[in-house]
């Protein structure tokens, strides 16, 4: 069974950053499509970024395209997302998603396995 954890979140000013990571179990890793998604209080969750098996396609949603970095480390099961330049609209709960197809999607429905979020609260 794959079991996606999710850590570094928290609180942060506006401006500031913080960075994601995701460990990854029970699954051949490296064969993974991996993606970072957010739901706000009320809102639908969102696509943030997505990142081929072999890291070397990144794909981002135009609210943080430039500010966050998506990148992975297959030797180590885990996935990050570096989010810079933080935003009080940034606010979320953060999942970590795999999809063991190797076409990249931004969809919720695409994604196989879910971790169990982590919160993302910035501050004005």
């Known amino acids: 069974q794959v079991q996606l954890v999710e850590s570094g979140g928290g609180l942060v000013q506006a401006g500031g950053s913080l960075r994601l990571s995701c460990a990854a179990s029970?699954?051949?890793?490296?064969?993974?499509?991996m993606g970072w998604f957010r739901q706000a209080p009320g809102k639908e969750r969102e696509f943030v970024a997505a990142?081929?098996?072999?890291?070397?396609?990144?794909y981002y949603a135009d609210s943080v395209k430039g500010r966050f970095t998506i990148s992975r480390d297959n030797a180590k099961n885990t996935v990050y997302l570096q989010m810079n330049s933080l935003k009080p609209e940034d606010t979320a709960v953060y999942y970590c998603?795999?999809?063991?197809?190797?076409?990249?999607?931004?969809?919720?429905?695409?994604?196989?396995?879910w971790g169990q979020g982590t919160q993302v609260t910035v501050s004005s």
């Open positions: 998603a795999a999809d063991d197809s190797r076409v990249v999607a931004t969809t919720t429905s695409a994604y196989d396995y």
């Open positions: 029970g699954c051949t890793f490296s064969s993974y499509t």
């Open positions: 990142i081929s098996w072999s890291g070397a396609g990144t």
